[in-house]
């Protein structure tokens, strides 16, 4: 089966400075991985993902992830956060063995500060 | 282009009472999934529909289920509400082209309280 662990619940940087997001993977198959992000109120949002190909993923707004199989591991990273950057941040694996049900880790809320 | 649109975007409810939650999936879209999402938590699979069935379940119990019509929109319900149904309910949609890979697009969803 598979399943995701996000390593921290709460992350905080200051503004300009970068930004780890963790999370580790769980699949018997090789792995479709996504990030999404969740501002207060409002839907989630697709910033990256992972099906097999590139393993350093680009996503929106700066943000990209590495696919690094020796680990098990897709950690998201920014080289400078911004203060918009403050949200919850999931790590999502795809399910292989059906049809592309999204399972979810627990999410990093990021926390920017001036 | 719409996205994922829901409705309503609130609802309180009690006990014991029914629901019904509505998704219009996103303009080309075939296939229609329901997330829970408690609070402080993510989110977690109820069901999914394609061609106006069932096709693959989350560990819900038989009081919540749905319904997809002609034009792919989805209703999901849920019968005789507990305190522990209160959440945010997403609506996802995307192709059935290509499972694995195609993307799927979330609503902002509907806020469930139960008293």
């Known amino acids: 089966a598979q399943s995701v662990t996000q390593l921290d619940s709460h992350v905080s940087v200051s503004e300009g400075t970068p930004v780890l997001l963790r999370c580790n993977y769980s699949?018997?198959?090789?792995?479709?991985l996504f990030w999404y992000v969740q501002h207060p109120n409002k839907g989630l949002q697709l910033l990256l993902k992972?099906?097999?190909?590139?393993?350093l993923v680009k996503g929106i707004n700066g943000f990209e992830a590495e696919f690094k199989k020796s680990e098990t591991s897709f950690h998201l990273t920014k080289p400078s956060a911004h203060m918009s950057d403050a949200a919850e941040y999931f790590c999502?694996?795809?399910?292989?063995?059906?049809?592309?049900?999204?399972?979810f880790g627990a999410g990093t809320r990021l926390a920017v500060h001036p | 282009d719409a996205g994922v649109t829901q409705s309503p975007t609130h609802l309180i409810k009690t006990r014991g009472q029914q629901v019904t939650l509505r998704c219009s999936p996103k303009?080309?879209?075939?296939?229609v999934s329901w997330y829970q999402q408690a609070l402080g938590q993510g989110p977690q699979f109820i069901f999914q529909y394609y061609e106006e069935e069932e096709r693959q379940r989350g560990n819900f119990p038989d009081r919540f289920s749905g319904h997809q019509f002609p034009n792919y929109s989805s209703e999901l319900n849920v019968n005789a509400l507990w305190l522990g149904d209160s959440a945010l309910y997403l609506c996802?949609?995307?192709?059935?082209?290509?499972?694995?890979?195609?993307?799927?697009?979330f609503g902002p969803g509907t806020r469930l309280t139960v008293l």
């Open positions: 999502v694996v795809s399910d292989q063995g059906g049809y592309n049900k999204l399972i």
């Open positions: 303009s080309g879209h075939d296939t």
């Open positions: 992972y099906t097999s190909a590139a393993t």
């Open positions: 699949s018997s198959y090789s792995p479709s």
């Open positions: 996802a949609s995307r192709r059935d082209r290509n499972p694995l890979t195609d993307t799927q697009y």
